[in-house]
């Protein structure tokens, strides 16, 4: 079981390290903790501060969402595949790492209103 553990984990952060690639960001940066979420979050021009309110319990699973779905939206996906990277990250990640898919820049903030 925990040979299984480490290929999803390889797998997820392959295809992480080729997102943040492919955003213009050093993909080494996807294996530092922490780092990395502040790097997430300026790939989706969110403010360096919302990685302290990672930290808060049941408030970070709404920032989780709100990240991953700005995430898809750089790459031009829906909502849908937001929620994709947030609960089967070894599945989406590499699937948008690897993938065609072209980072656009970051989701418009009024047109996220209208969704």
Known sequence: MKFLELILVI???????????KADKPGWY?????FNTYILLTIVNRPWWWLLLFFIPIINIYFAVVVSIDLAKSFGKDWVYGIGLLFL???FYPMLGFGQDRYIGPPNRIEQFGD
């Open 11 to 21: 797998i997820t952060i392959a295809g992480m390290w080729k997102v943040f690639e």
């Open 30 to 34: 996807s294996i530092i903790p922490l």
């Open 89 to 91: 990250p070894f599945v």
